[in-house]
């Protein structure tokens, strides 16, 4: 169950504008009309030492928000910093870079960059007021750069239940996996067992499907990133795709599935994907087993977890961690198995030689992280 990123591969497509928002401060965002969230987006450019700022009011009722920001191409990119009304930083990259705890992929360098806040049930409630995010696009030697576009996508949710909520998925039959009825069949039954496991910790999913033509990259490399922003604009703003592709062929091990982000966007981006390899899920005679399927649904659930924000417990250098207070930091491979090994999102499967262990449980930090991501509302 590898968590994977790509390379730059393009810029986002923006939604068309709808009306125009003034917040204040000075970010000029447009609404866009998304059920059961409020959304807005603007384009800034970097000034002064390259950082591009977003500034946005949060009303009384809004408990989280996820923002993605997309810079032109060819740069990178990631949020410096987030502040809250009160005028204290409550995320810092620069606090993370030489940690060994994993808070959210937003502290990293990469083609894109998306911060969902709160997090933690650690952090306060979100408050009402002005905030102000910064975002530093970077070139190739990872420079904040000026006078660089930043498209940024800001997603608001009002939710009285942070305990419970839905999720809406797409699954998405792409590369000719739609003509394989096994394959089909082994999807359906995986995506019922990942229902379980989210019913087990208070989430629901509203699952559709569809199939997607067009020409797409059996790769994780984002070279053909333009299939997963057209997939995405067909789904919508606030849908996560599952995108069923036939292999992997950059990765010299087996990969069950790739995230997009930790957390992914909820806007068209060449990162608004899941990719799980149908074929590698299916096993080496490609009929699904019960426990196939089993592994297939844990999967689904697994990389839906890295897009809603939860990291691994602990990565396979068994030195760096997730941020989550509840999550034990253990420190070699077999005393992490022992403590994680029933864990959703354990790095990979625990199996023997006669069966894998199911693998179904979170914590409750968590669970608290899927829950306060603004596409479950």
Known sequence: ???????????????????????????????????????????????????????????EGQDAFLFTGDPEAPFGAYVRTLTDPNGDVVFAARDLADGVESLSGAQFANVLTTLNWPILATHPPLQAGRWKLEVGPLDEEFRQRRKVEVFGALSLKDDDDLS????????????????????????????????????????????????????????????????YVAIAEESGIGVLNVVVISDFTDWQIPVYGVSG??????????????????????????TFSEEEIRIYGETLAHEGGHYLGAFHPVEEDWSTWDAVDDTEQCGSE????????????????????????????????????????????
């Open 1 to 59: 169950m590898a968590i994977g990123y790509a390379a730059s591969g393009g810029t986002i497509r923006v939604t068309p504008f709808l009306l125009l928002v003034a917040c204040g401060g000075s970010t000029a965002w447009e609404a866009v009309d998304v059920d059961g969230l409020t959304h807005l987006e603007a384009v800034e450019k970097s000034r002064g030492k390259g950082i591009a700022t977003f500034v946005f009011d949060v009303e």
């Open 334 to 377: 077999s005393g992490c198995i022992q403590t994680f090994r029933d864990n959703l999102m354990f790095p990979y499967p625990v199996c023997s030689p006669l069966e894998c262990t199911p693998q179904h449980a979170l914590t409750s930090g968590q669970r608290t992280v899927l829950h306060y991501n603004a596409g479950v509302r």
């Open 164 to 227: 419970a909520g839905t999720l809406t998925v797409r699954i998405v039959y792409a590369d000719g996996t739609d003509q394989d009825p096994e394959l089909v069949r082994g999807t359906e039954a995986a995506v019922a067992v990942w229902e379980e496991i989210y019913a087990e910790h208070g989430l629901s999913l509203n699952v559709t499907y569809g199939t997607y033509t067009g020409p797409i990259s059996q790769s994780t490399s984002g070279s053909d990133g333009d299939a």
């Open 261 to 286: 982000g930790i957390p992914g966007p909820l806007v068209p981006t060449i990162r608004s994907a899941v990719a799980v390899n149908g074929f590698t899920n299916a096993g080496p005679d490609l």
